[in-house]
């Protein structure tokens, strides 16, 4: 029965694969099939191989900087993982060192601990964000250069001010990287900073 919204997920992942950035919301009562639809979709794509799929879900009792990446994150290292250390080497950013000072995760990859630094870690938490968004908006890109690239965000609900200046800088203009964002969230507890 929900025919007319997997044709709607599926043009936009083929706005993605013509290198297009996208962001679905997905939102409705709790209980209605937001996540049975996405996953419904989701598994059509990872079936065939068409895309790299990575998931986070905010918890409402979790309290962690970037929740809504979190697990995004944890996924991301999983899946350079399973590449071969030339292949992450070619998509890695020059500096790579900001982002991984914010999500440490990354660093369990070899070729990113083995990657160049240039100096300490960067005290000022504006210039850490900036210079580490940058990273991970280049990372992305470089990825998503390889293969189509798909980010679910379920319970944004419950997602904090650091994820959404983060996804926001993800998606914007000039040259976002060709992406596609599903962004799921009860309606009766919308958020009220993610993509704002």
């Keep these: ?5 997997l044709a709607m997920l599926a043009t936009a992942f083929e706005t993605v694969r013509n290198g297009g950035t996208v962001c679905v ?18 598994n059509s794509l990872l079936d065939d191989r068409r895309a790299v799929v990575l998931k986070g879900r905010c918890y409402q009792q979790e309290s962690v ?7 995004v994150m944890d996924n ?6 399973s590449l071969s250390q030339l292949e992450v080497e070619a998509i890695l950013p020059r500096d790579i060192a900001p982002l991984t000072q914010i999500f440490p995760v990354l660093s369990r990859v070899e ?4 990657a160049p630094r240039s100096g300490s870690p960067i005290a000022d938490q504006r210039e850490l964000r900036k210079r580490a968004f940058a990273a991970m908006r280049e990372l992305l890109a ?10 679910l965000l ?13 996804l926001v800088e993800l998606i914007s203009p000039p040259q976002a990287p060709a992406l596609l964002v599903l962004a799921c969230y009860r309606s009766e507890g919308a958020p009220q900073n ?3």
Excluded: I, M, N
């Design 1 to 5: 029965g929900r025919t007319e919204q």
């Design 25 to 42: 919301t997905v939102q409705g009562k709790s209980g209605q099939g937001k996540s049975t639809l996405v996953e419904h979709f989701l």
């Design 65 to 71: 900087p970037y929740k809504a990446v979190d697990a």
């Design 76 to 81: 991301l290292s999983r899946y350079l993982s």
């Design 111 to 114: 070729a990113v601990a083995r």
């Design 142 to 151: 470089r990825l998503a250069d390889r293969t189509p690239l798909v980010l």
């Design 154 to 166: 379920d319970d944004l609900q419950w997602g904090d001010r650091d994820s959404s200046e983060l």
């Design 194 to 196: 993610v993509f704002a």
